[in-house]
Protein backbone atom coordinates (compact mmCIF):
# COMPACT_ATOMS: atom_id res chain seq x y z
CA UNK A 1 0.00 0.00 0.00
CA UNK A 2 0.97 3.60 -0.68
CA UNK A 3 1.39 5.56 2.61
CA UNK A 4 0.24 9.15 2.55
CA UNK A 5 1.69 11.45 5.02
CA UNK A 6 0.37 14.83 6.17
CA UNK A 7 2.21 17.41 7.81
CA UNK A 8 1.39 18.86 10.00
CA UNK A 9 -0.99 17.38 11.94
CA UNK A 10 -2.59 20.30 13.76
CA UNK A 11 -1.92 24.21 12.69
CA UNK A 12 -3.15 27.10 14.56
CA UNK A 13 -3.07 29.76 12.66
CA UNK A 14 -4.73 33.32 11.96
CA UNK A 15 -7.91 34.50 9.87
CA UNK A 16 -6.19 36.23 6.99
CA UNK A 17 -2.80 33.79 7.46
CA UNK A 18 -1.59 32.21 4.58
CA UNK A 19 -1.28 28.14 5.90
CA UNK A 20 0.48 25.82 3.80
CA UNK A 21 0.14 21.91 4.22
CA UNK A 22 2.05 19.14 2.65
CA UNK A 23 1.61 15.79 1.85
CA UNK A 24 4.13 13.46 0.96
CA UNK A 25 4.04 9.63 -0.74
CA UNK A 26 5.73 6.95 0.18
CA UNK A 27 6.64 6.37 -3.64
CA UNK A 28 5.83 8.37 -6.76
CA UNK A 29 1.78 8.64 -7.40
CA UNK A 30 2.58 11.18 -10.81
CA UNK A 31 0.09 13.73 -10.01
CA UNK A 32 -3.06 11.37 -9.02
CA UNK A 33 -3.51 13.40 -5.22
CA UNK A 34 -6.39 14.92 -3.85
CA UNK A 35 -7.43 16.92 -1.26
CA UNK A 36 -10.58 17.09 0.73
CA UNK A 37 -12.03 19.49 3.71
CA UNK A 38 -13.85 17.84 6.40
CA UNK A 39 -15.71 19.81 9.29
CA UNK A 40 -17.04 18.21 12.35
CA UNK A 41 -20.40 16.18 11.85
CA UNK A 42 -20.28 16.57 7.98
CA UNK A 43 -18.69 14.52 5.28
CA UNK A 44 -15.51 15.33 3.27
CA UNK A 45 -15.54 17.49 0.39
CA UNK A 46 -13.27 17.91 -2.60
CA UNK A 47 -11.44 20.76 -3.08
CA UNK A 48 -8.19 20.17 -5.15
CA UNK A 49 -8.00 16.87 -7.71
CA UNK A 50 -5.14 15.90 -9.80
CA UNK A 51 -2.63 17.32 -7.26
CA UNK A 52 -3.92 21.12 -8.81
CA UNK A 53 -7.35 21.55 -10.31
CA UNK A 54 -10.05 23.56 -7.97
CA UNK A 55 -13.14 21.88 -7.96
CA UNK A 56 -16.25 23.52 -9.35
CA UNK A 57 -17.29 25.95 -6.50
CA UNK A 58 -14.40 26.04 -4.44
CA UNK A 59 -12.79 29.38 -3.31
CA UNK A 60 -9.73 30.44 -5.63
CA UNK A 61 -8.08 31.02 -2.02
CA UNK A 62 -7.15 26.89 -1.83
CA UNK A 63 -4.26 25.73 -4.74
CA UNK A 64 -2.73 23.00 -4.65
CA UNK A 65 0.92 21.57 -6.45
CA UNK A 66 3.34 19.07 -6.46
CA UNK A 67 3.77 15.86 -8.42
CA UNK A 68 5.88 12.73 -8.00
CA UNK A 69 5.63 12.33 -3.97
CA UNK A 70 5.69 15.62 -2.66
CA UNK A 71 2.56 17.69 -2.75
CA UNK A 72 0.87 21.07 -1.06
CA UNK A 73 -2.68 22.78 -0.48
CA UNK A 74 -2.51 25.93 0.04
CA UNK A 75 -4.54 28.54 1.40
CA UNK A 76 -3.98 32.05 0.46
CA UNK A 77 -6.00 33.89 3.07
CA UNK A 78 -7.86 32.13 5.85
CA UNK A 79 -11.31 32.51 6.16
CA UNK A 80 -13.04 31.59 9.69
CA UNK A 81 -14.93 29.16 7.45
CA UNK A 82 -11.90 27.39 6.71
CA UNK A 83 -10.76 25.91 10.22
CA UNK A 84 -11.30 22.18 9.32
CA UNK A 85 -9.41 19.07 9.42
CA UNK A 86 -7.78 18.50 5.70
CA UNK A 87 -7.62 15.28 3.82
CA UNK A 88 -4.95 14.59 1.34
CA UNK A 89 -5.55 11.05 -0.94
CA UNK A 90 -3.69 9.04 -3.57
CA UNK A 91 -5.83 7.45 -6.19
CA UNK A 92 -2.60 6.30 -8.30
CA UNK A 93 -3.37 2.88 -7.21
CA UNK A 94 -5.30 0.32 -5.06
CA UNK A 95 -6.03 0.40 -2.33
CA UNK A 96 -6.61 4.36 -2.11
CA UNK A 97 -4.96 5.56 0.77
CA UNK A 98 -5.50 8.76 2.91
CA UNK A 99 -3.41 10.57 4.91
CA UNK A 100 -3.79 11.21 8.75
CA UNK A 101 -5.74 14.35 8.53
CA UNK A 102 -4.10 17.98 9.21
CA UNK A 103 -6.56 19.98 11.91
CA UNK A 104 -6.50 23.54 11.54
CA UNK A 105 -7.46 25.11 14.53
CA UNK A 106 -7.95 29.11 15.14
CA UNK A 107 -5.01 30.68 16.87
CA UNK B 1 -27.50 18.09 -8.90
CA UNK B 2 -26.57 14.79 -7.55
CA UNK B 3 -27.48 13.70 -4.17
CA UNK B 4 -26.25 10.27 -2.54
CA UNK B 5 -27.90 8.83 0.95
CA UNK B 6 -26.81 6.37 3.31
CA UNK B 7 -28.75 4.14 5.37
CA UNK B 8 -28.02 1.29 8.03
CA UNK B 9 -28.96 -0.65 10.67
CA UNK B 10 -27.40 1.54 13.46
CA UNK B 11 -26.24 -1.22 15.95
CA UNK B 12 -24.93 -4.74 14.99
CA UNK B 13 -23.94 -7.79 16.66
CA UNK B 14 -20.36 -8.71 16.98
CA UNK B 15 -20.25 -11.76 14.36
CA UNK B 16 -23.04 -10.72 12.56
CA UNK B 17 -23.22 -8.86 8.69
CA UNK B 18 -23.52 -5.27 8.97
CA UNK B 19 -25.33 -3.84 5.54
CA UNK B 20 -25.67 -0.37 4.28
CA UNK B 21 -28.00 1.03 1.68
CA UNK B 22 -26.49 4.13 -0.21
CA UNK B 23 -29.48 5.77 -2.22
CA UNK B 24 -28.73 8.11 -5.23
CA UNK B 25 -30.65 10.52 -6.68
CA UNK B 26 -30.37 12.82 -9.49
CA UNK B 27 -28.07 10.57 -11.47
CA UNK B 28 -28.08 6.90 -12.80
CA UNK B 29 -25.64 4.67 -10.64
CA UNK B 30 -24.84 2.94 -14.18
CA UNK B 31 -23.04 6.14 -15.48
CA UNK B 32 -20.25 6.21 -13.07
CA UNK B 33 -18.26 4.77 -9.85
CA UNK B 34 -19.13 4.03 -6.73
CA UNK B 35 -17.02 3.49 -3.24
CA UNK B 36 -17.32 2.78 0.15
CA UNK B 37 -14.96 5.16 2.68
CA UNK B 38 -15.25 4.64 6.44
CA UNK B 39 -13.98 6.84 9.31
CA UNK B 40 -14.11 5.32 12.86
CA UNK B 41 -14.61 8.10 15.50
CA UNK B 42 -12.07 10.82 15.53
CA UNK B 43 -9.99 8.75 13.45
CA UNK B 44 -8.94 9.13 9.47
CA UNK B 45 -10.25 7.52 6.46
CA UNK B 46 -10.24 4.58 5.44
CA UNK B 47 -11.35 3.10 2.10
CA UNK B 48 -13.20 -0.03 1.21
CA UNK B 49 -13.10 -0.38 -2.01
CA UNK B 50 -15.04 0.67 -5.53
CA UNK B 51 -17.52 -0.67 -7.76
CA UNK B 52 -19.27 -0.60 -11.08
CA UNK B 53 -22.83 -1.48 -12.08
CA UNK B 54 -21.15 -3.88 -14.34
CA UNK B 55 -20.46 -6.01 -11.89
CA UNK B 56 -16.75 -4.73 -11.47
CA UNK B 57 -15.22 -4.34 -7.55
CA UNK B 58 -12.21 -3.81 -5.83
CA UNK B 59 -11.70 -3.76 -2.69
CA UNK B 60 -9.40 -2.65 0.00
CA UNK B 61 -6.99 -6.26 0.82
CA UNK B 62 -7.64 -5.35 4.57
CA UNK B 63 -10.91 -5.76 4.36
CA UNK B 64 -11.23 -7.99 0.88
CA UNK B 65 -12.08 -11.36 2.78
CA UNK B 66 -15.00 -9.68 4.38
CA UNK B 67 -16.61 -6.80 1.89
CA UNK B 68 -18.96 -7.51 -1.00
CA UNK B 69 -20.59 -4.64 -2.92
CA UNK B 70 -23.43 -4.29 -5.30
CA UNK B 71 -26.28 -2.26 -6.76
CA UNK B 72 -29.35 -2.21 -8.02
CA UNK B 73 -30.14 -0.57 -11.08
CA UNK B 74 -33.93 -0.72 -10.93
CA UNK B 75 -33.99 1.44 -7.42
CA UNK B 76 -30.49 3.38 -7.48
CA UNK B 77 -29.13 1.91 -4.55
CA UNK B 78 -25.96 0.83 -3.55
CA UNK B 79 -25.05 -2.09 -1.33
CA UNK B 80 -22.31 -2.88 1.06
CA UNK B 81 -22.03 -6.03 3.10
CA UNK B 82 -19.20 -6.39 5.98
CA UNK B 83 -19.57 -9.99 7.84
CA UNK B 84 -18.15 -11.04 11.20
CA UNK B 85 -17.74 -7.58 12.16
CA UNK B 86 -15.88 -6.79 15.27
CA UNK B 87 -15.99 -3.21 17.36
CA UNK B 88 -13.36 -2.40 15.18
CA UNK B 89 -15.70 -2.23 12.32
CA UNK B 90 -17.22 0.62 14.51
CA UNK B 91 -17.17 3.47 11.95
CA UNK B 92 -19.46 6.35 9.83
CA UNK B 93 -19.73 4.89 6.26
CA UNK B 94 -20.31 6.74 3.41
CA UNK B 95 -20.78 6.33 -0.17
CA UNK B 96 -19.20 8.57 -2.91
CA UNK B 97 -19.09 8.97 -6.51
CA UNK B 98 -16.04 8.84 -9.06
CA UNK B 99 -16.00 9.66 -12.13
CA UNK B 100 -13.59 7.38 -13.00
CA UNK B 101 -12.32 3.43 -12.38
CA UNK B 102 -8.79 4.91 -11.53
CA UNK B 103 -6.79 7.93 -11.22
CA UNK B 104 -10.15 9.73 -9.74
CA UNK B 105 -11.46 11.33 -7.04
CA UNK B 106 -14.36 11.27 -4.63
CA UNK B 107 -17.03 14.05 -5.20
CA UNK B 108 -19.63 13.84 -3.75
CA UNK B 109 -19.87 11.60 -0.64
CA UNK B 110 -23.34 11.03 0.87
CA UNK B 111 -23.68 12.56 4.63
CA UNK B 112 -22.76 9.10 6.15
CA UNK B 113 -24.20 6.92 8.10
CA UNK B 114 -22.85 5.21 11.67
CA UNK B 115 -22.60 1.74 12.07
CA UNK B 116 -21.79 0.72 15.89
CA UNK B 117 -20.99 -2.73 16.73
CA UNK B 118 -21.36 -3.78 20.04
CA UNK B 119 -23.51 -6.95 21.90
Known amino acids: DIQMTQSPSSLSASVGDRVTITCRAS??????LNWYQQKPGKAPKLLIY???NLQSGVPSRFSGSGSGTDFTLTISSLQPEDFATYYC?????????FGQGTKLEIK | QVQLQESGPGLVKPSETLSVTCTVS????????WNWIRQPAGKGLEWIGR???????NYNPSLKSRVTMSGDTSKNQLFLKLSSVTAADTAVYYC?????????????WGQGTLVTVSS
Open chain 2, 96 to 108: ARAPEWSGAWFDP
Open chain 2, 26 to 33: GDSISSYY
Open chain 2, 51 to 57: MYTSGST
Open chain 1, 27 to 32: QSINNY
Open chain 1, 50 to 52: AAS
Open chain 1, 89 to 97: QQSYSSPHT
